[in-house]
């Protein structure tokens, strides 16, 4: 080596030095210091360090978070839900005899007790209709045109913008350490889809979820065509959960993000696996920024999304971490300034 | 910019273009010069030179892969067959009872003769009972074990050492490029990821595959388990291919290739995207180092892995390419050395 290459040696490590730990950002700011914000900190940390004794190798690092509840607001009923009943509008358009058939009648009645007081069966039945029937295409397209214009009830907002910043920021820190993010939600598998690579930076094939039955075909002009079928393949909540991530991912998760009973047995397959794990459940416990629900902890009970006391107590006896938006989260929204 | 700066910006020029375009070193050696090879070629090039008109963004970029028959051999039959064949073996020593049942009875005979003449419906029975009664992870390892030993009848080599060269060199070539390869296989999911990742460089959640049903629960420990369940969820062959790709990738691929008619359907629907498509076929017409088998083109008739004379014609009709073994291919197998 001579004193020419020295000296550019000697340049390129200040030029390094000068650039990293010094200038540590927080990758986190939206979270409060305190337990939940260490303990997110410190998994990534141990799993992703080459000394670590619980390091685990790149190919190996996936993470998975619920959507309703967990990365966006559930409250006061699931988005998918709501574009299911406007959606019968539009079915009604093409099909006027619906009209005269429940429960498309009640829906197409405005009725909102009525709506409200409407079953899980008939439910089922009215998402069977707007979920199926069409292209794969069509549906995305269909989906996307209404999340362009609809609004949230309470906070008068896109519900793309109602996605909250410290699971943003919680996606962002595990994608920059190596992690692939995968969403799994009880919600549809290609409802999701349609907007998860915009909202979160979730590619299509990292969705997981409920899953419809799609049938191959071919249009009038011979053309092969996927079409969306009223067929359940898969239910992707509780025991769900982990069947599609096997079925999608084929491998365990090191970490999960759940906010309801729905996924209790995701976290307990991911925190069963050998090494570091991480289990962690968002608490909805700030009615004056978001929603205030359990019923765990003393919370008022609720229909969406339930926190259980039996849950509460699981965290504390598996090692899971309870994150309450109250006090973890210093900011809930992007537009929410301190 | 100072003299120093600019001396080693020059340097690092120097050092960039001695190891670039000078030394292209082609990326299909196994593959001898004609219009198999000049349309990978020429596919990748202007899916991903950022001037070309038919550019396709990173995040786009899928290839499917039909495994049997296509990255490996898939004659006499099927290495799944086999597998479970002499499953039924380790089957029987823990339910004795299953030598007087039928079609267990005839595979525990040994008589060769009568095993190759079980119906369909009686293999289905077997890979039923072979494929499910245990955890994802038991039967990850009983694979494993299985193709560390088991050995092809003719070529007297480990199954995993009967992958087709010029095939493995087209998989590191579209992820050279930025593409996502994935298998996409009539065979058991969980049967071809076990050996994938090493195999192929593929990963589990990147092998499609027909799904068999998994239950979660727990163990007598309460431990949580992934059972699999003799309970068909997806058959991944025709119709099922493209099905299989919407669950699981949910993007359409912009290049796929198989070799039977059992990927017609998975190459009508890549192949019908905007832009450039690639749809190639194996031929397998090369009986002295593979085997010959159509019944296409005048080949021999086969009943596993069938390339029929309508999907010949059809090929040529949707602008497929054809590959021959015999023609296209210099060398077979890693070991097979010219």
Known sequence: MNRGTCAISGLVVLFVASISPGQQVDPLPSWNDGAAKKSILDFVRVTTAKDSPKYVAPAERIVTFDQDGTLWVEH????????????????????????????????????KAAIAKLSFPDLEKILAAALSGMTVEEFNVEVKKWLATAKHPRFNRLYTELTYLPMQEVLKFFRANGYKTYIVTGGGQDFVRAYAEEVYGIPPEQV??????????????????????????LNDDKGG????????IGRRPYAAFGNTAGDQEMLE??????????????????ATR??????????????????????FDDA?????TV????????????????
């Open 76 to 111: 006061p009923m699931y988005t998918q839900v709501i574009y299911c009943l406007e959606r019968v509008h539009v079915l009604a358009k093409a099909k006027p005899e619906l009209k005269d058939v429940e429960p498309f009648k009640t829906v197409l009645s405005g009725d």
């Open 208 to 233: 997981v979820g409920t899953m419809e039955g799609i049938k191959f075909g071919y249009d009038k002009d011979g053309k092969p065509t996927l079409i969306k079928e009223p067929k359940l393949l």
């Open 241 to 248: 959960k982990p069947e599609g991530i096997h079925l999608v």
């Open 269 to 286: 397959y991911t925190t069963a696996g050998a090494g570091a794990r991480l289990g962690m459940l968002v608490l909805h416990d700030d």
């Open 290 to 311: 978001e929603y205030a629900y359990g019923p765990a902890n003393g919370l008022p009970d609720s229909k969406i999304g339930t926190f259980s006391q039996a849950l």
């Open 316 to 320: 504390k006896k598996n090692g899971w």
């Open 323 to 338: 994150i309450s938006m109250k006090n973890d989260w210093n900011q809930i929204f992007m537009w929410d300034k301190k």
